[in-house]
């Protein structure tokens, strides 16, 4: 298995521009999740979904769109590129298995600076 | 509400010496928890995770982690050093359920190790 695979690695782009990221997973998780990385931050959520056709926000959804028409893929949509965007962008993902097992899987990350 | 408070921002030991990351922890309900490493540029990696099944969890790379339900606290602990355990670690805190096993984050502790 592949894991959790992030595309791109690097992006820089101007203010006003738009882009996705993407995120696929080959686990069969039915969860996965987009989190952002500030310097000295943890990382935030941004968005979430629980399945296919089911998303919902995280604690700073501001400024991005997520969809979820299939398991295995979860895009990340900047639509205005603002410089308070530049970050570092994790997905992951997980497959609850009970009330207290809930280890996510992370992919390695999108480095996004926007100029 | 949850929450997860590193203790320590900077962590510095020599090689050849224990390590002791301090992680503090609020869940309304019982928790599960995690730590993780990232080495510079790169994604997360598990280390261990604590889901009540023992209080004490040892995880990868010698590492190992006590939870302690009466002062909060789950730190992690190395008798060792090694030049690669050099990384940032985050605690995390995780609640089943209603919270659809979101993840909260710790700002991290970045551990350097000196030769």
């Known amino acids: 298995n592949a894991g959790v695979t992030q595309t791109p690695k690097f992006r820089i782009l101007k203010i006003g521009q738009s882009m996705t990221l993407q995120c696929t997973q080959d686990?069969?998780?039915?969860?996965m999740y987009w989190y952002r990385q500030d310097p000295g931050m943890g990382l935030k959520l941004i968005y979430y979904?629980?399945?296919?056709?089911?998303?919902d926000k995280g604690e700073v959804p501001n400024g991005y769109n997520v969809s979820r028409s299939t398991t295995e893929d979860f895009p990340l949509r900047l639509e205005l590129a603002a410089p308070s965007q530049t970050s570092v962008y994790f997905c992951?993902?997980?497959?609850?298995?009970?009330?207290?097992?809930?280890?996510?899987?992370f992919g390695p990350g999108t480095r996004l600076t926007v100029l | 509400a949850q929450s997860v408070t590193q203790l320590d921002s900077h962590v510095s030991v020599s090689e050849g010496t224990p390590v002791l990351l301090r992680c503090n922890y609020s869940?309304?309900?019982?928790?599960?928890l995690f730590w993780y490493v990232q080495h510079p540029n790169k994604g997360l990696q598990l280390l261990l995770k604590y889901t009540s099944a023992a209080t004490l969890v040892k995880g990868i790379n010698g590492f190992e982690a006590e939870f302690k339900k009466s002062e909060t606290s789950f730190h992690l602990t190395k008798p060792s050093a090694h030049m690669s355990d050099a990384a940032e670690y985050f605690c995390v805190v995780s609640v089943s359920g209603g919270s659809n096993y979101k993840l909260t984050f710790g700002k991290g502790t970045l551990l350097t190790v000196n030769p």
């Open positions: 869940s309304s309900y019982s928790p599960s």
């Open positions: 686990m069969n998780h039915n969860y």
């Open positions: 992951a993902s997980t497959l609850p298995r009970g009330a207290s097992y809930n280890e996510q899987f």
């Open positions: 979904s629980v399945g296919a056709g089911i998303t």
